[in-house]
């Protein structure tokens, strides 16, 4: 046998970051590479250049990121953009001192325009005002792409960017407050069906249509792209517009999930809507064409995937706090 590839996974206590920790760890030629905080801080540049020295770094995923709903975003913009801006810098810059050539840098849709044509194309980068409340870690993931990037065209480095829509599965963050939507609307419905409630509510009216990929869908696809023979994807990119979109391609309007969700659950009372709550941005889709040039599409369906989740919240709520 040859010798393993030693892969370090940035992040990797992170929903997409443990994902892609359980899609590499099939491989058996690829030896993953881990450190919690208390071990690495990514904030501080020599302590990650010793650590990649140590650990002889063969490629990296870079998943970590300093993440939060639209409060977090909003009370703490200063956190967010510095935070980010850090550890990307760190990463990609001492993945290149220490001769990495192959990374992967994770994203956001949220890099996008807030009034983006839809479905979002990659080329709608840098093309119109950013959503106000998320602007300061749209700005930091917008940075990374470029890094990434600048790297490429001046050192000849292998550094790819993928944008990934709407996540969710295992490792989610189902925070009474703070989650998401489908964590969020999962954990409702379950204590709904805890208390043999007759009806639950939901905000808005409904309508609003978005994308949602199970997160292991998202780790096979983010090793499909770094694993790309390089004339294949450089023959689908540009060298200033090289990141790649992540999604389904398939959208569904808020109640068609919310209907969903109960459903998986097995929730039969009412779901009432309260429309007085706001509706937000009418649709989010993103454009996955360039990714499916690539080879690869999504293959986890959304009832599936949200019964995969609902699993794995029975199994974990007790280490859920609030």
């Not at 550094?159 to 925070?175: A, E, I, K």
């Not at 609307?185 to 043999?196: C, I, K, P, Y």
Request: glycine share 6%; net charge negative; charged share 20%.
């Amino acid at each position: 046998m040859g010798q393993q590839l030693r892969v370090f996974v940035a992040g990797h206590r992170g929903m997409v970051g443990s994902a892609i920790v359980r899609q590499l760890r099939k491989e058996s030629d690829v030896l993953v590479l881990t450190a919690s905080r208390d071990e690495l801080d990514l904030l501080s540049q020599s302590a990650l250049d010793a650590w990649f020295k140590n650990n002889k770094v063969d490629q990296v995923y870079l998943a970590a990121a300093k993440v939060g709903g639209i409060h977090a975003n909003n009370a703490y913009p200063a956190e967010f953009i510095y935070e980010n801006l850090m550890v990307e810098s760190n990463v990609i810059h001492t993945s290149h001192k220490n001769n990495i050539q192959k990374l992967l840098f994770l994203g956001s849709s949220c890099i996008y325009p807030k009034l983006a044509k839809q479905p979002m194309s990659e080329d709608a980068l840098l093309t119109g005002p950013l959503e106000s409340t998320n602007e300061p870690y749209a700005i930091a993931k917008i940075a990374g792409i470029k890094l990434c990037e600048s790297y490429n065209r001046q050192y000849g480095r292998d550094y790819r960017s993928v944008m990934p829509t709407n996540l969710y599965g295992p490792n989610d963050n189902f925070h009474p407050e703070n989650s998401h939507v489908i964590p969020a609307l999962l954990r409702r419905f379950h204590n709904a069906m805890l208390q043999n409630a007759e009806q639950v509510v939901a905000w808005g009216t409904g309508s609003p249509m978005r994308e949602f990929l199970h997160v292991d869908d998202m780790a096979a696809a983010s090793v499909h792209v770094m694993n790309l023979d390089n004339a294949i994807y450089e023959a689908n990119t540009k060298p200033m517009l090289s990141h790649i979109n992540v999604g389904t391609g398939i959208d569904c309007t808020i109640k068609e999930l919310t209907e969903t969700v109960a459903r998986v659950i097995g929730f039969e009372g009412e779901i009432v809507w309260d429309t007085t709550k706001p509706d937000g941005t009418p649709r989010k889709l993103m454009d996955v064409t360039r990714l499916e040039s690539l080879g690869w599409r999504a293959s986890i369906d959304l009832e599936n995937g949200l019964k995969d989740a609902y699993k794995w919240f029975l199994a974990n709520q007790n280490s859920f706090r609030g």
